[in-house]
Protein backbone atom coordinates (compact mmCIF):
# COMPACT_ATOMS: atom_id res chain seq x y z
CA UNK A 1 0.00 0.00 0.00
CA UNK A 2 1.05 3.69 -1.07
CA UNK A 3 -0.18 6.76 0.49
CA UNK A 4 -0.06 9.94 -0.85
CA UNK A 5 -0.68 13.98 0.08
CA UNK A 6 -0.24 16.47 -1.98
CA UNK A 7 0.33 20.39 -1.13
CA UNK A 8 0.87 23.65 -2.90
CA UNK A 9 -2.52 24.44 -4.87
CA UNK A 10 -3.89 27.50 -4.77
CA UNK A 11 -4.43 30.76 -6.42
CA UNK A 12 -2.53 32.41 -8.89
CA UNK A 13 -2.23 35.54 -11.56
CA UNK A 14 -1.86 34.45 -14.98
CA UNK A 15 2.52 34.58 -15.55
CA UNK A 16 2.86 33.62 -11.94
CA UNK A 17 4.12 30.24 -10.58
CA UNK A 18 2.78 27.31 -8.22
CA UNK A 19 4.97 24.22 -6.82
CA UNK A 20 2.87 21.05 -6.30
CA UNK A 21 4.62 18.34 -4.12
CA UNK A 22 3.37 15.15 -3.54
CA UNK A 23 4.95 12.66 -0.50
CA UNK A 24 4.35 9.10 -0.40
CA UNK A 25 4.76 6.47 2.42
CA UNK A 26 4.12 2.78 2.70
CA UNK A 27 5.67 0.52 0.23
CA UNK A 28 7.66 2.90 -1.86
CA UNK A 29 10.58 1.05 -2.60
CA UNK A 30 8.08 -0.71 -5.22
CA UNK A 31 6.96 2.64 -6.95
CA UNK A 32 8.43 2.64 -10.39
CA UNK A 33 6.69 5.55 -12.00
CA UNK A 34 4.97 9.19 -10.77
CA UNK A 35 3.22 11.71 -12.36
CA UNK A 36 0.96 14.24 -12.45
CA UNK A 37 -2.79 14.78 -13.77
CA UNK A 38 -5.53 17.02 -14.08
CA UNK A 39 -8.67 17.43 -14.54
CA UNK A 40 -10.72 20.92 -15.37
CA UNK A 41 -14.21 21.25 -15.32
CA UNK A 42 -16.26 18.77 -18.07
CA UNK A 43 -12.89 17.66 -19.35
CA UNK A 44 -11.32 14.28 -19.24
CA UNK A 45 -8.26 13.53 -16.57
CA UNK A 46 -5.12 14.29 -18.52
CA UNK A 47 -1.08 13.15 -17.99
CA UNK A 48 0.37 16.18 -17.02
CA UNK A 49 4.10 15.10 -16.70
CA UNK A 50 5.28 11.92 -15.52
CA UNK A 51 9.14 10.24 -14.45
CA UNK A 52 10.18 7.08 -14.52
CA UNK A 53 12.44 5.46 -11.40
CA UNK A 54 15.72 6.14 -13.95
CA UNK A 55 14.67 9.71 -14.22
CA UNK A 56 13.29 9.97 -17.10
CA UNK A 57 10.70 12.59 -17.35
CA UNK A 58 7.62 13.16 -19.92
CA UNK A 59 5.54 15.96 -20.64
CA UNK A 60 2.12 17.00 -21.71
CA UNK A 61 2.70 18.91 -24.92
CA UNK A 62 0.49 21.68 -23.45
CA UNK A 63 3.18 22.24 -20.77
CA UNK A 64 6.67 21.85 -22.01
CA UNK A 65 8.85 24.50 -21.47
CA UNK A 66 6.84 25.86 -18.70
CA UNK A 67 6.70 22.87 -16.19
CA UNK A 68 9.44 20.74 -14.57
CA UNK A 69 8.57 17.58 -12.75
CA UNK A 70 11.23 16.19 -10.48
CA UNK A 71 11.33 14.10 -6.91
CA UNK A 72 13.82 13.52 -4.28
CA UNK A 73 16.86 11.32 -4.15
CA UNK A 74 14.66 9.23 -1.67
CA UNK A 75 12.14 8.78 -4.26
CA UNK A 76 9.21 9.25 -2.06
CA UNK A 77 8.28 12.79 -3.01
CA UNK A 78 7.58 14.30 -6.87
CA UNK A 79 7.44 17.48 -7.70
CA UNK A 80 5.75 19.74 -10.43
CA UNK A 81 7.24 23.67 -10.78
CA UNK A 82 5.00 25.35 -12.88
CA UNK A 83 6.03 28.48 -14.67
CA UNK A 84 4.21 30.91 -16.47
CA UNK A 85 1.00 29.92 -15.91
CA UNK A 86 -1.83 30.23 -17.97
CA UNK A 87 -5.71 30.70 -17.36
CA UNK A 88 -6.22 27.22 -19.06
CA UNK A 89 -4.02 25.26 -16.55
CA UNK A 90 -6.92 25.89 -13.74
CA UNK A 91 -7.79 22.34 -13.30
CA UNK A 92 -7.81 20.05 -9.77
CA UNK A 93 -4.21 18.28 -10.04
CA UNK A 94 -3.74 14.76 -8.84
CA UNK A 95 -0.49 12.95 -8.13
CA UNK A 96 0.08 9.18 -9.60
CA UNK A 97 2.08 6.89 -8.46
CA UNK A 98 2.64 3.42 -9.88
CA UNK A 99 3.62 -0.03 -8.51
CA UNK A 100 3.78 -3.84 -9.51
CA UNK A 101 0.56 -4.35 -8.31
CA UNK A 102 -1.72 -1.00 -8.53
CA UNK A 103 -1.80 2.39 -9.42
CA UNK A 104 -2.81 5.28 -6.61
CA UNK A 105 -3.76 8.40 -6.62
CA UNK A 106 -3.71 11.69 -4.44
CA UNK A 107 -6.85 13.59 -3.12
CA UNK A 108 -5.86 16.14 -5.63
CA UNK A 109 -5.07 20.00 -4.95
CA UNK A 110 -6.76 22.70 -6.86
CA UNK A 111 -4.94 25.14 -9.01
CA UNK A 112 -6.91 28.10 -9.74
CA UNK A 113 -4.98 30.66 -12.52
CA UNK A 114 -7.46 33.75 -12.97
CA UNK A 115 -6.78 38.06 -12.64
Known amino acids: QVQLVESGGGLVQPGGSLRLSCAASGSILSIYYMGWYRQAPGKQRELVASITRSGMPNYADSVKGRFTISRNNAGNTVYLQMNSLKLEDTAVYYC?????????WGQGTQVTVSS
Open 96 to 104: NVRTASSPY
